[in-house]
């Protein structure tokens, strides 16, 4: 498993470069890319969120480990996860309205002093100052995920009078280096937890540092700016109404519950089934890294104007993708015929998919949900979300029952299945509107990506 972990971290990575160098040379140079007052301003923004974001990637490849390490059995590991999940979802609720109300700058200051302290509860082996830790995870990932974009997209038009067109260009590239990030903290975690073998508990430390200047940066560097404050309970009750009186919104939260349901269970799944067979975990979850980069730029090339794929078709790929690959894990898991090399390309092949999705989801939910009526929609779609993650790994996951993960991993399959109904079922919805497909570029270079 050691050499396989590597041959594979080392051939994606070939590929991850291979594929972003055809990129980089087709590149085209616009405005935004070299005007200097906006360059100074994006590394104003890069440099704090890219700290933030190490910080959370160190955390990935050894969360599950570091709880196997202080000997908890599966089932209360699971309930761990269980509240991280739940407390990602209460405090994304109220996470917009919080910002707005705090203040983005202040929140962001909060984000890096809420997660050193979870990092810190690492330290203990008490099962309670551990479950309290994941409840600061969840969050500290929910201001992640909504105070720092929003910090930017008020500076970038209010303060700054940036053109709006300019916006996804920075995202873009966020979103690239993002996965740069990704892979080079599983390499760094793996270094110190098993190369220097400071044990699983090391790359929680190494975070803190981040967490720390992450803060000092944003505090030092950033403006405060505010909201408009938005009634949550009208936020909600309009994200319901969209919800309910449009069927493609419905079907696409549908879709979305269900993916993202199963990616949950596989992240709490991907350690108890490789493990035992000693793989170098850092390793492996930068090889998911990278295999989700490539998904990520097989996107940006299928959706060119030399393929012109569309995203509801690269949807409906991905879907099957992570149906076919369960389905090799519920072979591949099978107590007493073990496959770890197997199981580890299924995984992979799963992280390929997100790569695909997510790019192609986002493409689908601006199209069809209308912006004022975003954040409630996507409160909504998060209560299914993460209910279906939770009720999986609670009731199907029985530590005493050998064939639970198997189980796990063939009722996950059914759920993709339904995924696919639900698919199939947007496409007979909007196989004739044009608003959801990808325009043919004009005049552009074919694999034009001015993210990079």
Not at 11 to 27: P, T
Not at 121 to 133: A, E, I, P, R
Not at 363 to 368: D, E, G, H
Not at 403 to 421: D, E, K, P
Request: net charge neutral; charged share 15%; aromatic share 14%.
């Amino acid at each position: 498993m050691l050499f396989t972990a590597y041959v594979a971290f080392a051939v994606l990575l070939a590929i991850c470069m291979g594929l972003e160098f055809s990129a980089c040379r087709a590149k085209l140079t616009g405005s935004a890319c070299t005007n200097p007052a906006f360059l100074r301003f994006q590394l104003d923004y890069y440099q704090v969120y890219f700290l933030a974001l190490a910080a959370d990637w160190l955390q990935g490849p050894y969360l599950y480990k570091l709880y196997q390490h202080y000997h908890f059995l599966e089932g209360q590991i699971a309930i761990i996860y269980v509240c991280g999940f739940a407390s990602s979802v209460l405090f994304g609720l109220v996470s917009t309205s919080l910002v707005d109300w705090l203040g983005r700058k202040k929140s962001c200051i909060l984000f890096s002093l809420t997660y050193s302290v979870c990092c810190l509860t690492k330290l203990s082996w008490d099962y309670f100052v551990l479950v309290v830790g994941r409840i600061l995870g969840g969050l500290s990932t929910a201001l992640l995920f909504s105070a720092f974009e929003a910090w930017y997209v008020h500076e970038h038009v209010e303060r700054h009078d940036f053109p709006a067109e300019w916006i996804p260009a920075t995202f873009s590239r966020a979103a690239f280096w993002n996965n740069v990030i990704a892979i080079g903290a599983g390499v760094t975690a793996n270094f110190f937890a098993e190369w220097l073998g400071l044990g699983p508990v090391a790359p929680f430390m190494v975070s803190i540092p981040f967490l720390m200047l992450t803060g000092i940066f944003a505090m030092k560097n950033w403006d405060e700016n505010y909201g408009k404050k938005r009634a949550l309970s009208k936020t909600c009750v309009d994200g319901l109404k969209c919800l309910l009186s449009d069927r493609r919104v419905l079907l696409l939260g549908t879709i979305q519950a269900l993916f993202e349901s199963v990616i949950y269970i596989f992240i709490f799944l991907w350690t108890p089934v490789l493990d035992p067979h000693n793989p170098p975990l850092g390793i492996v979850f930068s090889s998911f890294m990278a295999a989700s980069m490539v998904g990520s730029s097989l996107y940006r090339i299928a959706t060119s104007k030399r393929y012109h794929l569309q995203p509801m078709h690269i949807l409906s790929l991905s879907v099957l993708m992570v149906f076919f690959s369960l389905f090799m894990l519920t072979f591949s898991t099978n107590p007493g015929q073990e496959n770890p090399s197997e199981s580890f390309l299924a995984f992979l092949l799963i992280e390929l998919s997100c790569g695909l999705y997510f790019p192609a989801m986002g493409f689908l939910r601006r199209k069809v949900i209308p912006e004022k009526d975003q954040v409630g929609v996507m409160n909504w779609f998060r209560i299914p979300l993460n209910l279906l993650a939770c009720l999986g790994m609670l009731i199907l996951h029985d530590s005493d029952y050998k064939t639970g993960t198997r189980n796990m991993f063939t009722i996950c399959s059914i759920m993709m299945v339904m995924a696919l109904l639900a698919v199939v079922s947007l496409f007979t919805v909007v196989r004739n509107n044009a608003e959801l497909r990808v325009p043919s570029p004009q005049g552009q270079n074919e694999l034009s990506s001015p993210e990079l």
